[in-house]
């Protein structure tokens, strides 16, 4: 069959007429990834969001960026069972101590864990709304947290990784850390006094001198360069990467002050053994991913650790790209597989903020918009590293566009029985391939494609939606394995679009009316090209879009534990290696509820 489709290709020369297909095109059809795919169960977290205000769209983005990856996980390793493999696990959840927190609920008169149970309700609730499938939501102040904090404390302790020690410096309540003075600067406050701030976020900082605890980060130095340095793709994406390893390189790394006075502080898990010390809040927020895999007692603990990926804000990078794997090195923990740091939404090319008044509601979005139309429009926008503009009207012209124009157009005009004369698979006849792309120079064809083809050649269409086909499993492997949603995404709208571009030209509402053998045949292929295309855009849109794909691969037969990559490459198979045709005759049911409803944008201003 492999040289079958091979002479497919080559006979395509015998016309001066038609262009013989790219090296690329033959490269990609007989060609196979390298990868065996991701082994481990998924473990995917997002940051603890703070509750010293609302959840705004950047928290969402970065739950939404981990849901994707942990039903991405869930699809790929786990469609063939689950045995051999730990419980798939997605975190998400609240921090709820610090100085910030307790400053916010003293001015709210709320008690401060009054203060993180409506606060955490809030972001729960957003997350519900969008379709977010964590399985853990854990709360920082909830007692099987503390527990683990305090034991691995204790464990840094045992290995003389934490000393008492005098520290000064210049702390930003807001960021909840000390800042090196390199990384401050000097400037005029609204009133004209002068302020320092933070160089890198901006938030006002303030000279402090306590005797706090330590621990020994210049120590764990070398071994932190030496992670990046064998893992150059453990930080996503790779400017991310050069940012860490420029800190690490630079002067002023210093030991880490990882308590507070409790005199200070007092909302916050005491220090063991000496309840005048707050344990340091990003260290015990940073332990929240130790919680939910259930160290140190869970007997499952060593099968699930450790995270196969950690999504973050860019903006915390800093604590999870140095003092979390500095940590978890001092306690001889294995380190995170992949960190992904993304950027800010902006919204009239502003960073989103209340004092602007460019702040769209986040517990809107699902009931203004619908959770699809959210996640899509947040999935394919490039938010990695750059700041991406947030827009209501976008979203519903992503989702018309993109969805409802596209896919769910393509899939009707599929259903219908002017097109479709029966719902039944064809098969892949692959003896016809050379006269579906136009290589025969000797048959004349006694039907005619009618007028209207006006999306260009349809041999080279044919060609097109081949390669891209055939590409779009690798590809999104790729850009999966490497954090790049959006080029994913991307990836299979392609698809899709060449898909409508073969499916309209060839106009099948009239090869149906046709009795010509040819005819019959183009019909044939080009439908099974075409259902093909959407199967393998739905199964790598699926992480996405949720319920919506699901619902088209039901009405096309696609069982749940075939929607993956390895359903998404049979088509290649087939055409390429031989592989039976399993699918060849398989009825598959009409769609009458296509879930693309468009927005009505007539009235729409941004």
Known sequence: MASMMQRAIGMRSLSSQVACPSLQFQRRLTCRSSSSGPARSPFVTTPIYYVNSNPHVGHIYSTLLADVHFRWGKQEVLSGGSEGHATPLFSTGTDEHGLKIQQAAQAADRSPIDHCDIVSDQFKNLFDSCDISYTDYIRTTEPRHLKTVEHFWNVLVDRGFIYKGSFSGWYSVSDECFVPEIQTEVIAGDDGSEMRISTESGNPVEWTSEDNYMFRLTSLVPQLKQWFIDNPHVIQPSVAASSILAFLEGSDVTDLSVSRSRSRLQWGIPVPGDDTQTIYVWLDALVNYLTVAGYPDDPNFEQRWPPTVQVVGKDILKFHAIYWPAFLLAAGLKLPEQLLAHSHWTMGQKKMSKSRGNVYPAKDLASDFGSVAVRYFLAVNNCIWEEAEFSAVKIKERYNDELADILGNLVTRMMSKKCLKSAVYPAMRLDFLPHFLGCNPDREYSWQLGEGNEGGDIKQLSVDLLEHLVALPELAEESMSRCRVHTTVCSTVTVLRCANAVFHN?????????????????????????????????????????????????????????????????????????????????????????????????????
């Open 506 to 606: 060839f106009q099948p509402w009239k090869l149906t009316k046709s009795s010509d053998e040819m005819a019959v045949k183009h019909l044939d292929f080009c439908y099974r090209l075409c259902l093909e295309a959407v199967i393998a855009a739905c199964i790598v849109l699926r992480p996405v879009i949720t319920q919506h794909a699901d619902d088209i691969l039901e009405n096309l037969a696609v069982q749940e534990n075939d929607r993956n990559l390895a359903r998404a490459r049979q088509f290649r198979d087939v055409l390429i290696n031989g592989a039976e045709d399993h699918v060849a005759g398989m009825e598959f049911t009409r769609a009458t509820n296509i879930p693309f409803r468009k927005f009505d944008l007539r009235s729409e201003v941004d």
